[in-house]
């Protein structure tokens, strides 16, 4: 079965610095894919940074990277130069198995507080 | 407008009642899907469909119902709802194909039963 595990529920940081969200997950299929979503607490969820499991290189989107470690099965999130909008609930996801573009499994999300 | 939308936005209802969340999108995908987050819990598939006529049961699908009236339109039905079915509920698309395609979601309905 495949399971996403974020470890931390809640992680504080100042503005300006680096912020590194802890992902890992089980699967034993080949292919697959890893997403992080932002939800604020107006409630709608965002699409932030996809990686696919064949991907040689690190996924990056503006101030996002995904941190991909595939022998560890990891998929950190690193958000650089904190900004209080980066407050928010984030999730973990994962996607794959026999039928791709199945359902999204998410982790149970970590809170960031971003502090000026 | 919105790609995908949610109604009614926010409900309140109580034990017993029936009621019917809405959800549309103009993506043009095929797939859609109903999730339901409650706190500390992640967000947990309720129902998906791959088309009108392919509808499948997700982890949680026990006292929820659907129906896929259109290729754009998915409706989520609680039939006698109950207090711990309280919860924010999200509708999202995706495209046919791989696992690269990301969900695209609706802004969410907060179900409260009381």
């Known amino acids: 079965a495949q399971k996403i595990t974020q470890t931390q529920p809640g992680m504080f940081v100042q503005e300006k610095e680096a912020v590194t969200l802890d992902c890992t997950y089980d699967?034993?299929?080949?292919?697959?894919?890893l997403f992080w979503y932002k939800q604020p607490s107006s409630g709608e969820m965002i699409f932030l940074i996809y990686q696919g499991s064949y991907d040689e290189q690190n996924a990056t989107e503006g101030r996002y990277s995904l941190n991909f470690q595939k022998a560890r099965k990891s998929a950190n999130l690193v958000i650089s130069a904190s900004q209080l909008g980066d407050s928010a609930m984030y999730f973990c996801a994962m996607k794959g198995g026999d039928q791709a573009g199945t359902a999204l499994i998410f982790g149970k999300g970590t809170t960031l507080s971003v502090s000026s | 407008d919105a790609d995908v939308t949610q109604t009614p936005r926010n409900r309140i209802t109580k034990t017993g009642k029936r009621i019917m969340l809405e959800c549309s999108q103009t993506?043009?995908?095929?797939?859609m899907y109903w999730y339901r987050q409650d706190p500390g819990l992640g967000l947990r598939l309720i129902y998906y469909?791959?088309?009108?006529?392919?509808?499948n049961k997700g982890e949680i699908s026990d006292g929820y119902s659907v129906s896929r009236q259109a290729q754009a339109k998915f409706s989520l039905s609680l039939e006698s709802a109950i207090p711990n079915q309280t919860a924010l509920y999200f509708c999202?698309?995706?495209?046919?194909?791989?696992?690269?395609?990301?969900?695209?979601f609706g802004p969410g309905t907060r179900l409260t039963v009381t």
């Open positions: 699967t034993s299929d080949q292919s697959y894919g």
């Open positions: 469909s791959f088309d009108v006529k392919d509808i």
């Open positions: 999202a698309t995706s495209p046919a194909g791989g696992a690269s395609y990301e969900q695209y």
């Open positions: 993506k043009g995908h095929d797939r």
